[in-house]
């Protein structure tokens, strides 16, 4: 148990929008410049397999990383954590671009950056997280998750079609350094931001080896088996949307042209931006383990439309749909977890969160291909075993086994959360765990401070 009572709540947005507006531009630089370095990894080596170690440099930090970065970030001043990682950041596309000017630019040295900065990543990710619930006003806690969400939306969706258009002006060089440069735009909203520091736990905890901080943040969670049923649950339906969100390209060449193609995936992401959108204006329910079942079956019902039909305006809107969902269920999730987590424990929770969401993606990566090719596809082809009953449905042909194993995702992601809202421990979160950051953030009264107050009055 933490001495969470010492903590002082934020009375302004002010702290954390000052942050906040660093990252929607340090996000939207990342994203520049992740969209224009897998252009040309592809187009230098004509490689799928050199484009994936790209993704495979940026994933494998936080999986090899979350759980020392997690007990790191409660050991040290979060807001030097995030600094320093901005700081590398800085350094690293700043020394890519030197090299790329130079003419020296080799596939080596991207791998090489995009798993340095990944690695700092993994320790800003978690710091900047558990960081919220001690700047921000208690009841906006829900509001500024979901404008940490508006930030990456707007990354996902609308950074591509800007660096579509700038690598042709500026080339890949003008692109690195203009992430450089937002890098130093968060580096700057961190440096002039004050931070406060989670107490120290009541048990010794600062005391203790790296290794014992590490092994106590998962018995943290093992003493709370609603917060890691929270946890398995949003990675399994990570999995599955992972899964689904890999074969989106395929599906959608089964359906339109490639220049097509564009517009039905910009269409459906809008759903990431007006999500995001609605959380930041909303506070959300009470009861916000309900709303996170309800919308992860949202995002479920999105994946089954997808493959539904052989039909450009369907898979559109159960894409919006689907990716409607994932700002809500990310900002709730990251919400319940502010409130039902000490913020001394803060920086392991949400490091094993990403671990977990992580640690998903690999293995879609992995299987995603051969399901689709060996297993699904066939099925649904016009002599295939599934051709007579479920081919009926949703067609027969090109695609159509992709088609299906939307479906079995949608389906599977229902059936997933359903089971996660039988689970008593999971389903009773908001009202079995104690709120740290409401209840236990506002020291009581004693009498005689009431009696001064009543003077004062």
Known sequence: MTNDKNIVPATSMRPFIQIWLGQVISSFGSGLSSFALGIWVYQTTKSV???SLVTLCATLPILLFSSVAGALVDRWDRKWVMVVSEVASVVSMGSLGIVFFLGRLEIWHIYITVFVISTFAAFRGPAYIASISLIVPPRDLSRANGMSQTAQGLASLVAPLV??????SLNLGGIILIDAFTFICGLVAFLITKIPSPPKAKDGQQKQGLGEEIIQGFRYLFDRPGLLGLLVLFAINNFMVSLASLLVTPLGLSLTSADQLGLMLTLSGLGVLVGS??????????RRIYMLFFFFIVNGIGLML???RPSVVVATLGGFIAFLGVPIINSTAQTILHQKTAPSYQGRIFATLGMFASAMSPLAYILAGPLADNVFTPLLLPQGLLADTVGKVIGVGNGRGIGLLFIVAGVSVILITLGGFLYPKLRRIDTDLPNHIVEEAIPALSPDDLVKTAEKA
């Open 163 to 168: 660096s579509g258009i700038l690598i042709v």
């Open 49 to 51: 397999t050199s484009l």
């Open 306 to 308: 997808v493959g539904l």
């Open 277 to 286: 959108i609605v959380m930041s204006v909303w506070r959300g329910p009470q």
